[in-house]
């Protein structure tokens, strides 16, 4: 609920500050005083359009603050919360409208977009007039009033849950059946890769090896040559080879009968030199005892590595890189069908969605079907004690197309009037005036108030045309309203005025140079004034002030 409002430089506004208690507030005025400037005030925190007109002349910027409890709100809690914007049970909201045009907006001290205020708004204030905020005439609302009413909130809640579920279910099929054709064409080429790769069956490794081996196979002759050429050298009959020549060097040594440091260092190692030769020469005896040339394994190699280079080609990958490609098509292929396993898997899973959701939507066109009749019948009872005895109200449902699961369910809810016999039955929007739609606004609020997640309701106009006895029955009915949540009333009828909790009276000053509107709470003597002055006008008598004390007592 609405607990506090501040207001600086707004139109006729210099500085106002207001609390708000619960039950009904009604706010008078004489006429051009500006009894609807805390709505607009209003409309302004809750996300309306900005305009330079409503920043009081002079001013370099108009500024509207407002506090709410919403510990009966669990609905605002949660939206602040999912924004990380809750701060306990209170709420404070705050717009600064510029005079060179723009605004900026606060909620709990955090900046926000006006659509974060509107849709804020949406579950603060509902605002029954000629007003953007006048909800009722969203066909959502509407179905959420039936809803609440007949307590099917938590089943239109599932239906919505297994709407969702379903079109999720049905994406992804979607996505996957467009691939379909294409990976059908991908999973023959993929077989017919892996029948070329699995033909030739690489190994890890094996294309390095088989390329040492042809290497020393193609160059047989050339490498026996060099390692008998070699073995000469270190080990032959001639007296250069290198074994008899560090024979020689090391025994020239060994022979002096005193050897210097440095002379013992070279002998040891001439000695481990001739140790190193030997080894080499018994590895180039081993290569030349072991080697044999064979044409058909060359052959056989020759041909082998072909197919290598042939598919590295083909692939555009290196010849060592094959045996990975198989693996990596072999994976793929294997993803391929476990697709065609999916296919079949969200099919069946989406033909149990959607009878889910048949079955749940089936429960809930039940429940609104009887809780339509009930809900027309009790506000169509109401709708003569607030002025308008010759209407009433239908709660239309509409069919929706059966195609596809729908969040609404399988109907949408439409709330149609007729305001008089033999006049056509249609929406509210396009038949009640904004008197007759604030009155029916009202009996529906008061037939679906233990329902209510909106705290604070706004009735402005809402006593246009009305007189007498049914002035009377309407401020009955809104303080009646006012038991179950906040009511703030503009009015310019005393029967409506007498029945407020809290009455706020909205008068206007001018001067010379400027014009300003006050609020005051009227009590007491003060409040029998007012009501006094609304029975009577400019002219009170002892009449009209008793008619004022009967009005408060009846009240």
Request: proline share 3%; aromatic share 2%.
């Amino acid at each position: 609920m609405l607990t506090a409002l501040s207001i600086r430089h707004f139109t006729l506004v210099d500085s106002l500050d207001i609390e708000f208690g619960n039950g009904l507030t009604v706010i008078t005025g004489e006429t051009g005083a500006g009894k609807s400037l805390l709505v607009d005030a209003l409309g302004q925190l809750l996300g309306d359009r900005a305009d330079t007109r409503w920043v009081r002349s002079g001013a370099e910027r108009a500024t509207i603050s407002g506090t709410f409890n919403l510990k009966n709100n669990p609905v605002a809690q949660a939206w602040l919360g999912e924004r990380s914007l809750d701060e306990g049970h209170d709420c404070l909201l705050r717009r600064v409208l510029m005079a060179e045009g723009g605004s900026k907006a606060w909620i709990n001290g955090q900046p926000a977009t006006l659509q974060d205020l509107r849709e804020l708004g949406d579950l603060l204030v509902d605002l029954h007039a000629q007003h953007e905020h006048q909800s009722l005439l969203r066909r959502d609302t509407q179905r959420a009033l039936l809803d609440g009413f007949g307590g099917h909130t938590a089943l239109a809640a599932e239906v919505s849950a297994l709407a969702r579920h379903w079109r999720e279910q049905h994406s992804a099929l979607e996505r996957l059946q467009q691939h379909a054709g294409e990976a059908s064409a991908r999973e023959e080429l993929l077989r017919f890769q892996l029948q070329e790769l699995e033909k030739l069956s690489p190994e890890p490794g094996e294309f390095e090896a088989l390329s040492e081996q042809q290497k020393a196979l193609a160059n047989a002759e050339a490498l026996l040559e060099a390692a008998e050429i070699a073995r000469a050298l270190c080990e032959g009959d001639d007296d250069i080879a290198a074994s008899r020549l560090l024979v020689q060097a090391r025994q020239a040594l060994e022979r002096l009968p005193h050897r210097p440091p440095a002379l013992e260092d070279a002998r040891a190692l001439l000695e481990t030199a001739a140790i190193h030769l030997n080894e080499a020469t018994d590895a180039l005896n081993d290569f030349r005892d072991g080697f044999e040339a064979d044409p058909a394994a060359l052959a056989a190699l020759d041909k082998r590595l072909d197919r290598y280079h042939e598919l590295s080609r083909k692939h555009r990958v290196p010849a060592d890189a094959l045996c990975a490609l198989q693996q990596r098509l072999r994976d793929e292929l294997a993803s391929l069908d476990a697709s065609e396993t999916r296919l079949e898997t969200l099919q069946q899973s989406l033909a149990a969605a959607r009878a889910q959701f048949d079955e749940a939507a089936g429960k809930l066109s039940k429940a609104r079907t009887k809780t339509a009749k009930t809900l027309a019948k009790a506000v169509n009872a109401l709708l003569a004690d607030v002025g308008l005895p010759n209407a009433r109200i239908e709660v239309a449902m509409e069919a929706l197309p059966v195609k596809t699961p729908d969040s609404r369910g399988a109907e949408d809810i439409d709330l149609l009037v007729q305001t008089n016999p033999g006049m056509p039955v249609d929406r509210l929007s396009k038949i009640a005036s904004g008197g007759e739609l604030s009155r029916i606004s009202l009996a529906i609020n008061v037939v679906t108030a233990q329902s209510h997640t909106v705290s604070t309701l706004i009735f402005d106009e809402v006593d246009v045309g009305i007189g007498g006895q049914t002035a009377s029955q309407v401020g009955h009915l809104l303080r009646e309203l006012g038991k179950q949540a906040q009511v703030l009333c503009v009015t310019h009828q005393p029967q409506v005025a007498a029945c407020g909790h809290q009455h706020l009276q909205v008068s206007k000053a001018a001067s010379a140079d400027s014009t300003v509107s006050a609020i005051d709470a009227l009590e007491g003597r003060a409040r029998e004034e007012e009501l006094a002055r609304m029975l009577g006008g400019k002219t009170i008598t002892d009449k009209t002030r008793a008619h004022a004390r009967e009005l408060l007592e009846s009240a």
